[in-house]
């Protein structure tokens, strides 16, 4: 079974910073790793996808990375904002489910 | 981009009622919809895929006959949970995916469940 983890589980860093969030998973037959984004009380809201074919997705500030044969993903915040405080989590996908990684608590500080 | 909705986002009930809850797709058509179950301080845990027209797929430890699925159709699926009790509180959530060989999953906002 897939197994998930998140490194750190929380993280408290100064506006302006760049700061990376870790994810490792066990089973490197995937078919794509998903980055979201949670606050508190809500839904998820889908950051970067990428497929098990690629190395790398970017989307404005953010960029995420994938090495499957090393079981590990990061994604890559650049000046950080007091609006990106939330938890971030990352999944890996199998093709027909998700399985989650316990998160990590961002808080950025103004 | 692709949405999915769910209601209620929030919900307290007492115990021993039941309590549904809807995942619809609102702009495309989803043969399978997967409900999650969140406690506090946890990760999304996968309790059961839901497939249109057929029986839910439930996971190990996940009780079918509390948490009852419904996929009548191709935009909407039902989560029921029968006989609440105050252990059921958590965050329930749906995702989606937009079709066959696609898997970008989507997220509805999830449900607050308390049971009191």
């Known amino acids: 079974k897939q197994e998930v983890t998140q490194i750190p589980a929380a993280l408290s860093v100064p506006e302006g910073e760049n700061l990376v969030l870790n994810c490792s998973f066990t089973?490197?037959?995937?078919?794509?790793l998903q980055w979201f984004r949670q606050d508190p009380g809500k839904g998820l809201t889908s950051l970067l996808l990428?497929?098990?074919?690629?190395r790398e997705q970017t989307s404005g500030r953010l960029n995420a990375s994938l090495d499957k044969s090393s079981g590990r993903s990061t994604l890559y915040i650049a000046a950080s904002q007091p609006g990106d405080s939330a938890t971030y989590l990352c999944?890996?996908?199998?093709?027909?489910?998700?399985?989650f990684g316990t998160g990590t608590s961002l808080t950025v500080i103004p | 981009g692709a949405v999915v909705s769910q209601h209620p986002s929030r919900v307290i009930c007492k115990s021993g009622t039941s309590v549904k809850i809807e995942c619809r797709s609102l702009?495309?058509?989803?043969?399978?919809m997967f409900w999650y179950r969140q406690f506090p301080k946890q990760s999304l845990m996968l309790m059961a895929t839901?497939?249109?027209?057929?029986?839910?797929?439930?996971e190990q430890g996940v009780e079918k006959d509390k948490f009852l699925i419904n996929h009548a159709s191709l935009t909407l699926s039902t989560l029921t949970v029968t006989s609440a009790h105050p252990e059921d509180s958590s965050f329930y959530i749906c995702?989606?995916?937009?079709?066959?060989?696609?898997?970008?999953?989507?997220f509805g906002q999830g449900t607050r469940l308390t049971v009191v």
């Open positions: 995702s989606a995916f937009l079709g066959p060989g696609n898997t970008e999953a989507f």
């Open positions: 999944a890996v996908g199998t093709g027909n489910q998700f399985y």
């Open positions: 990428i497929q098990s074919s690629q």
């Open positions: 839901s497939n249109e027209g057929s029986k839910a797929t439930y």
């Open positions: 702009d495309f058509q989803a043969t399978t």
């Open positions: 089973d490197s037959a995937i078919y794509n």
